[in-house]
């Protein structure tokens, strides 16, 4: 029988309607033991799926306790995140979101970092600039080294870990760019190239099945092959692939292109209607609103035999529950999920599947330290 009780979190993401005190008691209500608080730049560029749930500028040690104390009586855990291009666009912009990604490891350490196991969430981004030469992965892979030796080197001073979410980012530019794949840590041999590159263990991941099946790979098998100690969260999302005529026109290997209108429609092809409308498939949370191609038994009982315990967090990115704005859909969307998962991950009890392994926020005390910049780090 498996003792393992993996508690489940919100994204905030899903919730930027609602300031902070409005989402801790979204996530109450839904059954949530956690939250990753999503804490995007106020000024970022970045329009999809951002939020920011913590007020990161001037944040000391009094926010810092002030913040424990508050999930702590509410009986939740927390993690932090913004997830920006953070090697490639516009220059100015990414120095921006590197230094951003800076403030949020610090506040992670002001917070308990791994202690907690508070984590900072980001994306790796992709330099299509270098992309476009020959050797352009590897010319990006030696970016990533450029730029996260650093910021990985102090994490580690702090006692954080920094985690990379493997979403390609396949609508994060113009339809009429061919490629579709803009964040590197994307598919597991970047990952695991990553580590190699940088052996610390202050980095790992945040893994979502979802972009895995659109790619027609298998997660369990993801699982199996990679580096289960780097795994420290999952992103409940889940995916139904259309089968519809845009894949018989375009396949299922490469994207859907943007041609010209008026050619497009005396030929009878279909092209994309937006950015993201590419590979054929629509985003869903697992148990609202219909069947989907994840077999989330096979899944978890995979982590569950590598032994995985961390948080299985629900990412609300549904056409039918998120993307309604209308906000009693997603809060349907995250207690339906919940319902969903509490069997695969909890114990049966006299409260039926319940999460009883929550452990407080230790309140640990940390010396204040000063925000820092890229260009004050040595690489």
Request: with cysteine; net charge negative.
């Amino acid at each position: 029988m498996n003792t393992i009780q993996n508690p489940i979190w919100l994204m905030s993401s899903a919730y930027d309607q609602l300031d902070q005190e409005q989402l801790i008691t979204a996530a109450k209500a839904a059954g949530a033991q956690g939250i990753d608080l999503c804490v995007f730049r106020t000024d970022g560029t970045r329009e999809d799926h951002t939020a920011t749930h913590l007020s990161y500028e001037n944040f000391g040690t009094e926010e810092a306790k002030r913040t424990l104390d508050k999930f702590n009586a509410h009986g939740l855990r927390l993690s932090l995140g913004a997830f920006e291009n953070m090697i490639g666009g516009d220059e100015a912009e990414r120095i921006k979101n590197q230094n951003h990604l800076l403030k949020l490891i610090r506040i992670a350490y002001l917070l308990g970092g791994d202690d907690n196991d508070i984590k900072v969430g980001t994306f790796v981004g992709y330099n299509h600039d270098l992309g476009n030469q020959i050797d352009g992965f590897q010319r990006n892979l030696d970016e990533y080294y450029r730029v996260f030796a650093p910021i990985v080197d102090y994490a580690e001073s702090l006692g954080v870990t920094i985690v990379y979410e493997n979403c390609p980012m396949e609508g994060w530019r113009s339809s009429r760019y061919t490629s579709t794949f803009n964040n590197l840590p994307g598919v597991l041999a970047a990952r695991k190239l990553m580590y190699a590159m940088i052996p610390s263990a202050s980095h790992g991941e945040i893994y979502d099945p979802s972009h895995d099946i659109w790619q027609n790979t298998d997660p369990v098998e993801v699982i199996k092959a990679m580096d289960i100690s780097r795994l420290k969260r999952v992103h409940v999302k889940t995916t139904r692939m259309r089968n519809d005529t845009a894949r018989t026109q375009w396949g299922g290997m490469y994207p859907m292109q943007q041609v010209d209108e008026a050619l497009a429609e005396r030929a009878g092809v279909r092209t994309p209607t937006n950015d993201w409308d590419r590979h054929h498939y629509q985003a869903m949370l697992p148990g609202f609103g219909g069947t989907d191609h994840m077999d989330w038994n096979n899944f978890v009982e995979e982590l569950h035999r590598c032994h995985f315990s961390g948080p299985f967090e629900i990412e609300n990115e549904a056409g039918n529950s998120k993307d309604t704005q209308n906000l009693q859909a997603i809060h349907q969307g995250a207690e339906s999920c919940v319902r969903f998962l509490a069997p695969l991950l909890w114990p049966l009890g006299d409260k039926g599947y319940h999460f009883s392994a929550q452990e407080p926020l230790k309140t640990i005390q940390v010396k204040d330290i000063p925000v820092v910049r890229m260009d004050q780090l040595s690489s």
